[in-house]
């Protein structure tokens, strides 16, 4: 499975099943829903990456 990132996007909340184990997400601006269950959604690490001209101060 391939993971990415698209930086600057908002991603909204649309809806979630009853029992809260699926939520179902749209990118704005790419026009694209997207359903993930909650055991995936735990997985996902986000992590925060520095500008080029920062990782190689020394």
């Not at 499975?1 to 600057?8: A, D, H, K, R, S």
């Not at 699926?22 to 996902?44: C, H, P």
């Amino acid at each position: 499975m391939n993971f990415g990132l698209i930086e600057n996007t908002i991603i909204k909340i649309m809806d979630h099943s009853q029992d809260n184990r699926t939520f179902y997400l749209e990118i704005m601006g790419f026009n694209r829903k997207v359903a993930i269950s909650w055991d995936l959604l735990q997985q996902i690490v986000l992590e925060e990456i520095k500008d080029d001209e920062e990782n190689n101060k020394e």
